[in-house]
């Protein structure tokens, strides 16, 4: 609950600045519900580097912007779809010194493809986001990099898609094992 609250409080946060923007208010916001962009954060309001431990939950949300100064839209709902990502997808790494992005790993085997159990809606434009793991309910004897036991990390891929007008942001979540 509490990551809720602060998630919330990060995403508002966000509106609020970006907003002030248009040369209005920080409440005008976008006259329309169209957004031209789609930006996602995790739930502490980081954007850019992403990182998960497998089997466990990671909060994404989502907010559409218009224009060249990121106003946030009026309507910010979304439907919220996943993939594994391809052995070689670029991820940031967070990295302040030389590459600041690295190769993701095979995606594990196993697994349906995709299992939709991994994403939780919790609201409009968040989802909590659970990558399969070594952890019950995600398909006994699969394997992930190989072994059940030495995994190697992998990546999955979270698609948010504006409910007004279609567009998607979409973001490389590195899972670790």
Avoid at 52 to 80: D, H, K, L, M, Y
Avoid at 106 to 126: E, Q, R, V
């Amino acid at each position: 609950m509490r990551r809720l609250v602060l998630s919330l409080l990060a995403a508002s946060s966000l509106a609020l600045l970006t907003a002030c923007g248009d040369g209005g208010t920080a409440f005008g916001g976008s006259s329309s519900g169209n957004a031209n962009n789609v930006i996602l954060t995790t739930g502490q309001g980081t954007s850019g580097v992403f990182t998960v431990r497998a089997g466990f939950p990671i909060i994404v949300s989502a907010t559409a912007v218009a224009g060249s100064e990121n106003v946030v839209t009026t309507n910010q709902t979304f439907t919220f779809t996943w993939a594994f990502a391809s052995s070689g997808t670029l991820y940031n790494n967070g990295s302040v010194s030389g590459a600041s992005q690295s190769a993701c790993a095979a995606p594990p085997t196993g697994y349906p493809s995709p299992p939709t159990t991994i994403l939780s809606n919790a609201g409009p434009n968040f989802v909590t986001v659970t990558p399969p793991g070594t952890v019950a309910g995600y398909g006994a004897g699969t394997t992930l990099g190989g072994s059940a036991t030495a995994a190697a990390p992998y990546c999955v891929i979270v698609f948010a898609t504006h409910a007004n007008d279609g567009v998607v942001g979409k973001q490389v979540i590195l899972v670790t094992t």
